[in-house]
C-alpha cells in the first residue's frame, strides 16, 4: 500500500472519530493502532510497538511535571489566595479607572505563574470578582468578558500545561517553553490593560463611572474554597497585612520555581515538585483543612490521569506518523508548495483558529503539532517561538464559539444571573480574541519576544 494511499485512511480515519463525538485519546489510540497494522500486518507486532510505546511514555520522568504543577495550584486556589492576590491589587489600583477590570486582568496574570490551566481561573474569579463588579455597575458583557478574557493567561504564563504537552511532544526543553512565555503573557497583560483603560476613558459607563455601589452580601464571594469577604471595601476585608503575607508567599514561590529551573539548579519536574510541597506548606499556614487537601489531590488526580493517558496515544500517534513517512510527505507537501515561509504559517494559524472554535486546545496540539512542528523547523522557524505562536492561536479557541470552553466556564460560575446567553460572554470577550491576535502578529514579526529569555538562560553559568 502507498504512503499517499496510507495517509489519505488515517487522516479520514481521525477525522471521522473525532467529529463523531469519540474522545480524542481513543481516536489517537485507534488511528495510531490502524497505522501500525497498515505497516507491518501483523498484529502481534502491532500490538508490541504499542505496549513498549505506552511503557516508555509512562515511566519518562517528565510526565510527572503535570500533576505536581497542578497541585501547585489547587493547594493555593483552595486556600483563598487568589482572593488575597485580587484584594490586593484593587488596593493598589484604586485611583485608577476601571480598577476591577485591571485588577482583574493582573491578579489572573499572578494566578497563572501558579496554577497551569485558564478553567481554575475562569471559575475561581467569576467568584471573586463578579460580585464586585455587580456591586460597582460594571456593564455585564464587559465584565464576563474580562474575566474570560484574562483566565486565558493560564495556559500562556508559566507553569502551563499546553506548555508541557508541546514539550513532551516535540522533545524540546520544557524549562525553556516556560521562560519563553513570560514576556509574551506580559505582552498580553499590557494589551489587556490598555483595552480596559480605553474603555474606561471613553465608555466610562461601562466601568460604574457614576453608579453608586450596592451593599454587598457578606458570603457572596465564599464559593470554591476563598476565604476573602465578599467586598474587599468593606470594614470587615483580611487586613492588610494578611493580604501581604500570602501575596508575598506566592511571589516567592513562582520566584524560587521559575528561577530554579532557568538557572538550572533543578528541571522542571524537580521545580514541580518543590512548588507542590511550598505550595502545601503555604495552604497549611493559611489555615488549609485535611478535607480540603484531599480534594484538591483526588481533583488533580481526575484532570492529570486523563492528560496522561492523551499523552501516551499522542507519543504513539506520532511515532506512527513518523515511521510510515507522512510528517515527511507533509513537509515536502508544503516546502514544494512554491509559497511563502510566511504564508504557510498563516495557513497553520488557520486550521488552529477553525480547530479551536470545535475541540479543546490539547487535543488541538496532540492533533497537529506532530505534523507542524517540522514543518515549521523545516522553514526556518525558531522552534521556541513557533511553540509560542501555536500557544497563542490555540488559546484563542478558549473564547471561540461554539466551543469556548472558557465562556461555558464563566456561565456556569456565575450560575442564576437573569437571562445571560454564552453569546453575551463571546461578544464581551472579543477585544481580548483581537488582544491575543495582536501578540500573534508581534511575536511573527519579533521572534526575539519570546526567544530573548530562553537564550540568557543559555549562558547563565549551571
Excluded at 513570560?182 to 490593560?193: A, H, M, N, R, S
Excluded at 492561536?393 to 454564552?422: C, H, M, Q, R, S
Aim: charged share 10%; aromatic share 10%; glycine share 10%.
Amino acid at each position: 500500500m502507498s504512503s499517499g494511499t496510507d495517509l489519505l485512511i488515517l487522516v479520514v480515519t481521525l477525522l471521522v472519530l473525532v467529529f463523531s463525538g469519540v474522545h480524542i485519546a481513543v481516536s489517537l489510540g485507534l488511528t495510531a493502532l490502524l497505522g501500525l497494522f497498515l505497516m507491518t500486518g501483523d498484529p502481534h507486532a502491532m500490538l508490541s510497538f504499542a505496549s513498549n510505546t505506552a511503557y516508555e511514555a509512562l515511566r519518562d520522568y517528565v510526565f510527572a511535571v503535570i500533576p505536581l504543577f497542578l497541585l501547585m495550584g489547587e493547594f493555593l486556589a483552595k486556600c483563598g489566595a487568589a482572593s488575597d492576590l485580587f484584594a490586593l491589587v484593587n488596593r493598589l489600583t484604586r485611583r485608577l479607572a476601571g480598577r476591577l477590570g485591571v485588577a482583574t486582568v493582573l491578579a489572573n496574570a499572578v494566578f497563572a505563574f501558579i496554577t497551569g490551566v485558564s478553567i481554575a481561573a475562569a471559575a475561581a474569579f467569576s467568584k471573586i470578582a463578579w460580585p464586585e463588579m455587580k456591586r460597582y455597575g460594571y456593564d455585564r458583557q464587559f465584565a464576563l468578558g474580562c474575566i474570560a478574557g484574562s483566565a486565558c493567561l493560564g495556559m500562556l504564563i508559566p507553569p502551563s500545561v499546553l506548555m508541557i504537552v508541546w514539550g513532551v511532544l516535540t522533545e524540546m526543553a520544557i524549562g525553556k517553553l516556560f521562560i519563553a512565555g513570560i514576556i509574551p503573557g506580559l505582552l498580553v497583560v499590557t494589551l489587556y490593560i490598555g483595552y480596559i483603560l480605553w474603555v474606561a476613558k471613553t465608555q466610562p459607563h461601562r466601568v460604574g463611572d457614576g453608579v453608586a455601589p450596592a451593599p454587598a452580601a457578606a458570603t457572596e464571594s465564599r464559593a470554591h474554597g476563598e476565604t476573602a469577604q465578599a467586598s474587599i471595601d468593606m470594614v470587615d476585608e483580611p487586613d492588610l497585612r494578611t493580604i501581604l503575607w500570602s501575596t508575598a508567599g506566592i511571589i516567592v514561590l513562582v520566584l524560587l520555581v521559575l528561577g530554579g529551573i532557568w538557572f538550572g539548579f533543578f528541571t522542571p519536574t524537580e521545580g514541580a515538585g518543590v512548588g507542590a510541597t511550598l505550595a502545601l506548606l503555604l495552604a497549611i499556614a493559611r489555615g488549609m483543612k485535611p478535607r480540603e487537601m484531599v480534594q484538591a489531590i483526588i481533583s488533580v488526580g481526575r484532570t492529570s490521569a486523563p492528560l496522561l493517558i492523551l499523552l501516551v496515544t499522542a507519543q504513539l500517534y506520532s511515532r506512527v506518523l513518523s515511521m510510515t513517512g507522512i510528517t515527511g510527505m507533509a513537509k515536502d507537501f508544503f516546502l514544494q508548495s512554491g509559497l511563502s515561509p510566511y504564508a504557510i504559517l498563516a495557513l497553520m494559524i488557520l486550521v488552529w483558529f477553525i480547530l479551536g472554535a470545535i475541540i479543546d486546545s490539547i487535543s488541538i496540539i496532540l492533533l497537529t503539532v506532530p505534523v507542524f512542528a517540522p514543518i515549521a523547523m523545516a522553514l526556518g522557524f525558531d522552534p521556541i517561538a513557533f511553540a509560542i505562536i501555536g500557544i497563542l492561536a490555540i488559546e484563542t479557541g478558549l473564547l471561540t464559539p461554539p466551543f469556548g470552553i472558557l465562556v461555558f466556564t464563566v456561565k456556569a460560575a456565575v450560575d442564576g444571573e437573569p437571562d445571560l446567553k454564552n453569546g453575551e460572554i463571546f461578544r464581551g470577550a472579543v477585544p481580548y480574541w483581537i488582544c491575543l491576535m495582536t501578540a500573534i502578529g508581534a511575536v511573527i514579526a519579533f521572534p526575539q519576544i519570546a526567544t530573548w529569555l530562553p537564550s540568557l538562560g543559555d549562558v547563565v553559568p549551571k
